[in-house]
């Protein structure tokens, strides 16, 4: 079973950046598709990105694509996500999620293991 840690959260102004991290222990992050989740407060739990099992495949909502870049280190048993040019809307608790599979999915049930969030606050 993977257990994942998120760090890299905080409080940054419209149009500043954060890079998150995802750190994975107990497993190879290579066996598993990974994913970055959001959610605000009153609001469902929604998709932000998505990496294939190789980092190949990347995957992105409409809302953050062109800003944010997903990126992986199975070497490191890392996982990032860089967010640039970070808007009001994107303030959030910010989970990542691994998916013991090949096929990638932007399905927040789809995901088997998930890390405790950390809070990205975008200030106007």
């Known amino acids: 079973q993977v257990q994942l840690v998120e760090s890299g959260g905080g409080l940054v102004q419209t149009g500043g950046s954060l890079r998150l991290s995802c750190a994975a222990s107990g497993g190879t992050l290579g066996s598993y598709v990974m994913g970055w989740f959001r959610q605000a407060p009153g609001r469902e739990r929604e998709f932000v990105a998505a990496i294939s099992r190789s980092g190949s495949n990347t995957y992105y909502a409409d809302s953050v694509k062109g800003r944010f870049t997903i990126s992986r280190d199975n070497a490191k048993n890392t996982v990032y996500l860089q967010m640039n040019s970070l808007k009001p809307e994107d303030t959030a608790v910010y989970y990542c ?28």
Do not use: C, K
């Open 97 to 124: 999620a691994a998916r013991l599979s090949r096929v990638v999915t932007t399905r927040p049930r789809e995901y088997d293991y998930w890390g405790q969030g950390t809070q990205v606050t975008v200030s106007s």
